[in-house]
């Protein structure tokens, strides 16, 4: 079993930048890629950016390469999501996710079937 639990979540001014991070405990080691997702209120979770145990790749949706950055400490166990730039469409509840999988094509890491860990989430709010 793997634990994830995010943090950094809050409110803040469009604009601004936010640092989430996901720590994780249990059988890290079998962990092949970590991605980070949220969920709008009325809308489905959606991915954001994975990267794989070595750091080597990262994956990033379209809305938002450019103003995310994901990257990894592995002495902490920690995955962390730099996003800069906020808009109000950004606040969401913001999920990280592990997954035991290693698949060569990144689009694997933009679905939800291929992480079978997740955090609880953690809330990000944006005014305007």
């Known amino acids: 079993q793997v634990q994830l639990v995010e943090s950094g979540g809050g409110l803040v001014q469009a604009g601004d930048s936010l640092r989430l991070s996901c720590a994780s405990n249990?059988?890290?080691?079998?962990?092949?890629?970590t991605g980070w997702f949220r969920q709008a209120p009325g809308k489905e979770r959606e991915f954001l950016a994975a990267?794989?145990?070595?750091?080597?790749?990262?994956y990033y949706a379209d809305s938002v390469k450019g103003r995310f950055t994901i990257s990894r400490d592995n002495a902490n166990n920690s995955v962390a999501l730099q996003m800069d730039s906020l808009k109000s469409e950004d606040a969401a509840v913001y999920y990280c996710?592990?997954?035991?999988?290693?698949?060569?094509?990144?689009?694997?890491?933009?679905?939800?079937?291929?992480?079978?860990?997740w955090g609880q989430g953690t809330q990000v709010t944006v005014s305007s």
């Open positions: 990267i794989t145990r070595s750091g080597g790749r990262q």
């Open positions: 249990g059988r890290t080691f079998t962990v092949y890629a």
């Open positions: 996710a592990a997954s035991t999988k290693a698949y060569p094509v990144g689009n694997y890491y933009h679905a939800q079937r291929t992480y079978e860990y």
